[in-house]
């Protein structure tokens, strides 16, 4: 056993006394809890972090299981009302409708995104064949599954406490109102009356409404669109509405009325319409009423103030962050050769230490770029490989061929070793194991350096009557190579050799090739 395969022995042997001291210094198993929300309308999102698309929100106390915890942010299971989508191709419905049977393997299961199935990329979980979905409903080349065991969203742990809520205290009774004394006109005469109406002057609380946001209300209507004044709008339309109104007045709120069991879907693709009417605040009431009756305005401040009152330039960044993410993901699809390395490469490094995007945002950026500059650094790798090759082939194709007198492998001779009989060199055809010729040795030129090889010889050849070889004494030797890949041809008339085992010819141990005495069945 060599040394370098103890020392392999010695570590192997020593890592199960190193495993458990390893072990104490890892971080204690996450403990799943049951939680409850700390606020009104906390976003849940598909991952773990805001560059992730929000699926829904929650109320506060809203119950809760927390899975694990990434990164600040908690792994939760999907909260009742909510789906998951799974692609049409791949789910046979059961008879029953309501149940379907997967049909293929790693089937992705994805999160939903309110702003519809194309932007719905991030992947939850994968189904098998034979996987049982549950149907709640049906998108555009997607069926609407009950989440399946291992589906996740995740939510901010600064908005989960452990433990159930605690019970709202009661309200406490309202107080009557007192009733204003009551005045005998009759007694009293009609002047003094007025100096009670001037009191109207201390109601001016209304001259202070300016200084707040100018508010306009939408309602949204059961199929989609919104109703602004007398005019019903698709978002769209409202979009191209709220810009003169925003240029006009930049402190502009929009207050959405929806009715208590809310489209979330319609209600983000009414926000997003807002926001890119220029309207940066926008709030949602739920309203117990009807749509379209005039419901208590109650605007629901947000659970997530650094989210809401983001300027429009850090949405701008994480937008096109999100949508180059969507290119890096397309483009990894594809062969190495045809991904736009460079075209990624520069982009991402025109968002590395943006300061509109946070640390999360700079941490996945560092990491796409090492990834496609490794991506590049292997592609040039390949690319220059192939082009050795074919510059290598080029040459050899060009590079005219020497005229030999003859080639072969050669090989030192086991009989004309330079003692009883003289010094040789055996060069054998590696196509038929035959001797082709015997070398002489000559001075300055170092056979023995190149036995084994495959070497084509100039020089002298002749042919030794006593010795009944063919003798090469050589002017130069080259090294040639690897044998080349072509047919033999047909063997001379053999001399008396048979084959090593190597395939090479194996000398005659008693050759006629040297003068000997007249063998003895001639005396007879």
């Keep these: 056993m060599s040394r370098y395969l103890i020392l392999i022995a010695w570590v192997l042997g020593t890592l199960p006394v190193l495993t458990p001291a390893r072990a104490q210094m890892q971080e204690p198993a996450f403990e799943p809890f049951d939680g409850h929300i700390t606020a009104d309308d906390v976003n849940v999102r598909a991952g773990p972090g805001k560059l992730y698309y929000i699926i829904t929100q929650l109320d506060k106390n809203a119950p809760v299981h927390v899975h694990d915890n990434v990164y600040g942010w908690y792994k939760i299971s999907p909260p009742k009302g909510t789906w998951s989508l799974i692609s049409k191709t791949y789910v046979e419905l059961n008879p029953d409708g309501k149940t379907g049977k997967v049909t293929g393997d790693r089937v992705l299961v994805r999160a939903p995104n309110p702003a519809g199935t194309d932007d719905s ?10 996987d049982v979905v549950q149907l709640i409903g049906s998108d555009i080349g997607y069926y609407r599954i009950v989440p399946p065991d291992g589906a996740y969203v995740f939510v901010s742990e600064q908005y989960i406490k452990k433990g159930k809520a605690a019970a709202p205290p009661p309200e406490p009774p309202v107080p009557p109102s007192p009733q204003p004394p009551t005045v005998d006109r009759g007694e009293q005469p009609a002047e003094p009356t007025d100096p009670a109406v001037p009191a109207e002057p201390t109601a001016p609380a209304e001259p202070a409404e300016p200084a707040q946001p100018q508010a306009i209300k939408v309602t949204l209507l059961e199929r989609g669109d919104v109703l602004l004044g007398d005019r019903t709008l698709t978002p769209a339309q409202l979009t191209q509405a709220l810009k003169p109104i925003v240029q006009a007045d930049g402190n502009t709120l929009l207050i959405i ?3 208590q069991n809310l489209d979330y879907q319609k209600v983000m693709k009414v926000v997003e319409a807002a926001r890119l009417g220029g309207i940066t605040k926008a709030r949602v009431v739920k309203q117990a009423a009807p749509v379209g009756s005039e419901p208590p305005v109650v605007v629901a401040e947000p659970a997530e103030p650094a989210e809401s009152a983001e300027p429009p330039e850090a949405e701008q960044a994480q937008k096109e962050l999100t949508a180059l993410e969507q290119q890096y993901t397309r483009a990894s699809a594809r062969p190495l050769e045809e991904q736009p390395l460079d075209e990624l490469i520069g982009q991402y490094g025109g968002l ?5 995007l946070g640390r999360d945002g700079q941490a996945l950026i560092n990491t796409r770029l090492e990834i496609l500059r490794t991506r590049r650094q292997l592609l040039a790798a390949r690319r220059e490989l192939s ?8 040459r050899v194709q060009q590079q005219p061929t020497p005229q030999y007198n003859a080639v072969g492998k050669l090989h030192a001779s086991s009989l004309y070793t330079g003692g009883r009989l003289p010094l ?3 060069l054998v055809d590696p196509l038929n194991g035959l001797i082709v010729a015997y070398v002489r040795p000559a001075e300055g030129l170092n056979l023995a350096g190149l036995s084994g090889r495959y070497v084509g010889i100039v020089g002298e050849s002749t042919y030794d009557e006593a010795m009944r070889l063919r003798i090469i004494t050589p002017q130069r030797i080259d090294a040639l190579g690897q044998v080349p890949a072509v047919e033999p041809q047909p063997a001379r008339p053999p001399t008396p050799v048979e084959a090593d085992a190597d395939g090479d010819a194996a000398e005659d141990p008693s050759p006629p090739s040297m003068p000997s005495p007249a063998p003895r069945w001639e005396d007879r």
């Design 387 to 394: 082009e050795r090759k074919e510059r290598e082939q080029v």
């Design 257 to 259: 009325q929806a009715s």
């Design 352 to 356: 590395l230490n943006d300061p509109r």
């Design 121 to 130: 990329y991030h992947v939850q979980l994968k189904l098998d064949t034979g």
């Design 424 to 426: 040789l060199y055996r």
